[in-house]
């Protein structure tokens, strides 16, 4: 039995750096994490269409990646700047497009699903947009908090502070959330 070895991006990057074709590793163990990060903010259509360009911008500017960072923070750093520039180029708040992903995620969904996800969104759009991205590349593009702090170019210890607090508001505003669920599902069972 092969024992697997972890990814090792930087073995990657100086590879594509001689010869393009071996940047597809790098795009493949990558592609799913900025999709969610744009998923999130702008629909899952369009988030193709933003990774792809991340990916190009990404594969093109690979010269100017300097080792002295974490490649994944050098490409959210990127996709950053993508939405930045989509958002100016469509002239839309991201709360507005944060409502046009989850529609879309839902739609065929199962109710209870449906619910929670609808809960947990309005939860989110009540956040300050810097404690909405710290949980949005935390939890929904799996960006550690090394790697969050460098995206957002804060210190670690005030991206802990503001994602506990980021926390304990959405814990607030979901309390009833849980109970009101328990209620509905002792009704269901009697049916």
């Known amino acids: 039995m092969e024992e697997s070895t972890p990814f090792d991006p930087a073995y990657w990057v100086s ?25 999130f903010k702008v629909g899952r259509t369009h988030a193709e269409d ?24 050098w490409l959210f750093q990127i996709a950053k700047r993508v939405l930045l520039d989509e958002n100016r180029r469509l002239r839309r ?4 497009t944060e ?4 529609q879309t995620e839902l739609s065929g969904g199962h ?9 947990l969104l309005s939860a989110l759009q009540q956040l300050p947009e810097t404690e909405r991205e710290i949980i949005m590349l935390r939890f929904f593009a799996d960006c550690t908090l090394v790697e969050v702090a460098q995206i957002l170019e804060m210190g670690e210890s005030a991206v802990k502070n503001r994602l506990y ?13 849980g109970d009101m669920n328990e209620r509905r599902q002792e009704k269901n069972s009697f049916v």
């Open 15 to 39: 590879r594509a750096k001689r010869k393009r074709e071996d940047f597809a590793p790098l795009y493949d163990f990558y592609f799913e994490r900025i999709y969610r990060y744009f998923a």
């Open 50 to 73: 933003l990774t792809q360009l991340t990916f190009m911008k990404a594969l093109n500017g690979l010269s100017s990646y300097r080792e002295e960072s974490l490649f994944s923070t």
């Open 93 to 96: 708040r991201p709360k507005e």
């Open 99 to 102: 409502l046009d992903i989850i």
């Open 111 to 119: 109710a209870e699903r449906t619910a929670i996800q609808l809960d």
């Open 165 to 177: 607090r980021a926390l304990e508001k959405l814990k607030g505003k979901l309390r009833g959330w």
